[in-house]
């Protein structure tokens, strides 16, 4: 448990009090109480008593011992008695608070989205005071948008799609084996459905399994070896095909419907070209059928290397030596992560435990900076304060290098948000755009090239700003970008992210570029997303040397000591 959870927590129980009509009073002392718990920089384990904090009272404070202690909340166990689900859903619309939507159920009677669509469409909601013509029809818009089915989902959310998946495919009996196959394999950043391949000998019972399944919305198609079926998470659904196969042709079905089209077109090429055949059965040659243990015997078959399902692209893959190419194992150290000092929920000698767990051998300490405000942003005098307390706490931690540094705001008009005075006290800093996302590219550009001209400045972080499925980032011009990192030695950003995964695999292919991949950790569960990270590289056909934090310790202390 972290203070970010006590404050989501808080949070919670203020929408649901929100919802459910609650004397306006009450809602504000747990809102007051979250923030003052927001601005402390203590770490949870550094935090004995709550009431002692200004803005919590002992109601409130009871509430959050009892949460401590037990992992629960009875309150809000409560309300979520009384508050229904849909309306917690109607949160999701934009243009909807909870206190609109608790006036909404309380007029109108509303309790579903389809409801209040109807309220919408009848004219009925611009009755209300406080409701006009034009949020009426914002409302019904943002409800049909929240009720069609994307076309696509970004990555983040394939994957959690997948984790429920894999979670009950783990306790289904009748299933030998099971793999992930598709787009979502390949770590795409959009998908539009999720693949699975199922070893069974009892292929019915299985499916049977499978369509009782309680996040199991449809079926679409049931036959003898597939099953197609629409599951529901929150307000997502999105198409699951099952494909049930033998041991003998478990991974050439594996390889055909992990894709992509390119790599499978590609390979038949180099089949056709040795007179033999590929299928999703196996492959014919001089009339038999061979089938393989795993993937790596099935490459092997045709003298190539075992090759990432991540790097199976555009077919050039089977081309190159795909050997140097980076992998998890070889990531030494994360570069850019947070504390409870800016807006992470950890404190700096948390964040060090958990980096010595991952194995790690240097890691640097990255909090925002002052103009950063949405986010804590650390001034002068509270970043010394942290370079003091990483410089008493180093030696305790012999087996991993803490550097300090900061992910300093790249303000609106170029300048930098410390000066060089200050920089040149910080091991190493990193320069990221956080404001002003509209401005022109010539504006843009200027901007990133004040920071990479900066001799302190060793990398961008998180270059475009882009978030995948949601915003297009700023404007940025990738031939001067690419251009001006390698005149100014500044390295750019893969951030790990799965939201941001930032630059993208197509903008770092064959681009050359001295990469760095981070996961931006504000939790240290986020230090688990350098997976993302390394299938972007991988994506991009990144070889171990383009990336700095795969440099040895003795090596990457030698890079930072030497400067630009
Ligand atoms: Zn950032
Ligand atoms: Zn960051």
Not at 393 to 416: A, V
Request: glycine fraction near 6%.
């Amino acid at each position: 448990m972290t203070k970010k959870d006590i404050i989501n927590l808080l949070e919670t129980i203020a929408t649901y009090m929100e919802l459910s009509l609650e004397n306006p009073f009450k809602v504000s002392a747990y809102r007051k109480a979250a923030a003052a718990i927001e601005r402390d920089p203590r770490a949870l384990s550094e935090i004995e008593d709550f009431s002692e904090m200004k803005g919590i009272g002992k109601g409130v404070n009871d509430v959050i011992t009892e949460y401590v202690e037990t992992g629960r909340s009875s309150i809000l166990d409560d309300l979520k008695e009384t508050v229904p689900v849909s309306l917690v859903q109607m949160l999701k619309l934009p243009t909807l608070g909870p206190k609109k939507i608790a006036k909404l159920h309380k007029e109108l009677g509303v309790v579903t989205l389809e409801g209040l669509k109807a309220e919408c469409v009848a004219g009925n909601v611009s009755e209300l005071s406080g409701f006009g013509k034009k949020t009426e029809d914002n409302i019904s818009k943002a409800i049909d948008e929240l009720l069609t089915r994307p076309e696509t989902y970004p990555i983040e959310k394939i994957q959690t799609f997948r984790k429920i998946i894999e979670a009950s495919l783990d306790e289904i009996t009748g299933i030998d084996r099971y793999d992930i196959a598709g787009s979502a394999r390949r770590y795409k950043e959009m998908s539009k459905d999720l693949d699975f391949i199922v070893q069974t000998t009892d292929a019915h019972s299985v499916a049977e399994a499978l369509v009782n399944l309680p996040f199991v919305k449809d079926v679409v198609a049931r036959g003898e070896r597939k099953l197609s079926v629409v599951i529901a998470h929150d307000l997502d659904q999105i198409g699951v095909d099952i494909r049930f196969v033998t041991a003998e042709a478990y991974h050439t079905t594996l390889h055909h419907f992990t894709g992509s089209k390119e790599h499978n077109v590609k390979m038949r090429q180099i089949a056709k070209s040795r007179g033999e055949k590929v299928s999703e059965y196996g492959v014919e040659k001089e009339g038999e059928l061979l089938t393989f243990e795993s993937e790596s015997d099935f490459f092997s078959h045709f003298d190539l290397p075992y090759i990432a399902p991540t790097m199976r692209e555009t077919g050039e893959e089977t081309d190159i030596e795909v050997s140097d190419i980076v992998t998890l194992d070889d990531i030494r150290g994360d570069l850019h992560m947070h504390t409870v000092y800016s807006d992470g929920a950890h404190s700096v000698r948390e964040m060090v435990e958990a980096c010595i767990d991952k194995g790690y051998d240097y890691m640097i300490i990255t909090d925002h900076s002052k103009s950063l405000r949405v986010a804590n942003g650390l001034d002068e005098d509270r970043l010394w304060q942290q370079i003091e307390e990483i410089k008493k706490i180093r030696p305790e931690y012999p087996g991993i290098d803490i550097y300090t540094g900061t992910e300093m705001d790249i303000l609106k008009d170029g300048s930098l948000d410390f000066s060089e005075d200050m920089l040149k006290e910080l091991d190493y800093v990193i320069a990221a755009i956080h404001s002003s996302f509209q401005q022109t590219e010539d504006e843009i550009m200027h901007r990133l090239r004040s920071a990479c001209e900066n001799p302190y400045v060793r990398h961008i972080a998180h270059p475009t700003g882009r978030l995948i499925g949601g915003r297009a980032g700023y404007a940025v011009d990738f031939e001067k970008l690419i251009q001006m990192s390698k005149d100014t030695r500044t390295v750019m950003e893969v951030n790990a992210n799965p939201r941001r995964l930032d630059l993208s695999s197509s903008v770092i292919r064959n681009s050359g570029l001295m990469l760095t991949v981070n996961t931006d950790a504000h939790h240290t569960q986020h230090l688990e997303f350098m997976e993302y990270g390394t299938a972007t590289l991988q994506k991009g056909l990144i070889e171990k040397h383009q990336v700095i934090n795969t440099f040895s310790r003795e090596d990457f202390r030698e890079w930072v000591k030497k400067g630009k």
